[in-house]
């Protein structure tokens, strides 16, 4: 109208993206790492608080495990971090993943992790107390509770459920589950949670954290999207509290023997319902995402955001989303490809000798299998 011209706006600019990634070698050093550090912190701590911690036990039993849980969950973000900053990688969104708010996935995962969970809840229990007879060990707290014993319990239970949501993903997913993914998808994905499994240093959990491991490795590899994995691992926490209060009482309030294990079987058969659901989904979603791989259309949503990275290649700039992942060159391979990492352009970590990874990966396990029983 009046000669004026009405031009489509333009999108707003997407935020860089940093494409560097670790490799399988990092999974296996930062993992030894954190190890050795959940060691020598638990001895100097106990040295130098021992006094005030067997006190504060005495006093309230949620009060202390508010203090173990906020050592080991701490102990794991600053070895996550710096190790993180001296590779130049962001452990959350490294390699090609991002944040993504998806209401259907989300739904899902959160039914797939309570399949899970009532599904092999008896059996991860039956599991601790025949491996704690055989091998011994195991960890039976006194309930010495105070008049402040509920405010204690919720702190611990909101702690338990945001702190691992966000530290222990950083770690395991973001940092050896990314490094692993060097081998391969699945490879990642079972070790990683091979490691997340022994990590937690007792047999009461290790099933479920090692199925659990699994399914939030697969689901996060398959959407691409770290903020799942989180919600799933805080959700995971949450629901094993209110689980496990809800068997206690059941096995409290009924006392024929055939009503109670007729509710248990009710319970497992509505987990199994739940995991074949959660299961048919995920699987549908991959074969979608395959299709769309093999067609060339971007595995992206219609109204997404997409982020971006820049790289000079032969004195080229090339722009490229982020589900391209950068290709991370062999060990002594010289690139002659530089990337925008941290605001400067810089060649990306390469990947790691063979024989290397394994060793110190393998160390690793055999190291948190030790810790265990110590």
Known sequence: ???????????????????????????????????????????????????????????????????????????????AAVYSLVRRTNPFSGGGYVAKVDGVQILMSL???MGIMMTLYHTHLQFGQDAEKILGGGFNPDLNLSPFSGVFALIYIALMVLCPAIFE????????????EQFGSVAAIVLSAVAFALMHGNFSQLILQFVGGVAIASVVVLTGNWLIGSIMHGFNNLFSVFYGLLLENIGEGLTGEY??????????????????????????????????????????????????????ENGELITMPYY???????????????????????????KAPFIASCIVFGAAIIVAIVFIFI
């Not at 959940?38 to 701590?45: E, H, K, P, R």
């Not at 006093?59 to 070895?79: H, P």
């Not at 093999?294 to 992206?300: D, E, F, I, L, M």
């Open 259 to 312: 009503i109670q294990a007729a509710t248990d079987a009710s319970l497992i058969l509505i987990g199994v319902a739940l995991l074949t659901v959660s299961v048919i989904y995920f699987a549908k979603l991959a074969l979608e995402k395959k299709k769309k791989e093999t067609s060339g259309k971007p595995p992206v949503g219609k109204f997404e955001r997409v982020r971006y990275y820049e790289a000079f």
């Open 169 to 180: 993903e950083m770690l395991f997913r973001g940092i050896i589950m990314r490094g692993l």
């Open 111 to 113: 039914i797939l992790i």
């Open 324 to 350: 391209v992942k950068a290709e991370m060159p062999e060990w002594g391979e010289e690139s002659g490809k530089k990337f925008k990492i941290k605001g400067r352009y810089r060649k990306i970590n390469r």
């Open 1 to 79: 109208m009046n000669g004026l011209k009405f031009e489509k706006p333009r999108p707003k600019p997407a935020r860089a993206y940093n494409p560097n990634r670790f490799n399988a070698l990092d999974s296996g050093i930062v993992y030894i790492i954190v190890l050795v550090m959940f060691y020598v912190v638990s001895l100097l701590f106990g040295k130098v608080f021992g006094t005030w911690l067997r006190a504060l036990y005495q006093y309230d039993v949620y009060a202390y495990m508010i203090v173990s849980l906020l050592v080991s969950q701490l102990t794991i973000f600053a070895v």
